[in-house]
Nanobody, 121 residues
Framework: QVQLVESGGGLVQAGGSLRLSCAASGSIFSINTMAWYRQAPGKQRELVAL???????NYAGSVKGRFTISRDNAKNMVYLQMNTLKYEDTGVYYC???????????????WGKGTLVTVSS
């Protein structure tokens, strides 16, 4: 079984910064894409940023230039540096990873339980 645990959320004023972390643990043979999603109150979950095992990244247009996703493959961790935060960045941020538990299994998608980010205006 694979677990994803997020940390780093909290309350911050608009214009401030936060750094989210996500640790993957358990039965892990390899991880390809890792990503951050968020869900604002009353809205659907949306992709914020993703990073491949090779380091290629993709960002939602609303965060491009303000957020940076990175990963540490040796530690099975992914990070999201969030700068110049806006009120509309408020939401629960979820870590997502495509994990192969053993060399004989296919990749499966896993989710963390989320960490709340609140940006005050």
């Amino acid at each position: 079984q694979v677990q994803l645990v997020e940390s780093g959320g909290g309350l911050v004023q608009a214009g401030g910064s936060l750094r989210l972390s996500c640790a993957a643990s358990g039965s892990i043979f390899s991880i390809n894409t890792m990503a951050w999603y968020r869900q604002a109150p009353g809205k659907q979950r949306e992709l914020v940023a993703l990073i491949t095992s090779g380091g290629s990244t993709n960002y939602a247009g609303s965060v491009k230039g303000r957020f940076t996703i990175s990963r540490d493959n040796a530690k099975n961790m992914v990070y999201l540096q969030m700068n110049t935060l806006k009120y509309e960045d408020t939401g629960v941020y979820y870590c997502n990873a495509n994990v192969k538990a053993t060399m004989w299994e296919d990749y499966m998608q896993y989710w963390g339980k989320g960490t709340l980010v609140t940006v005050s205006s």
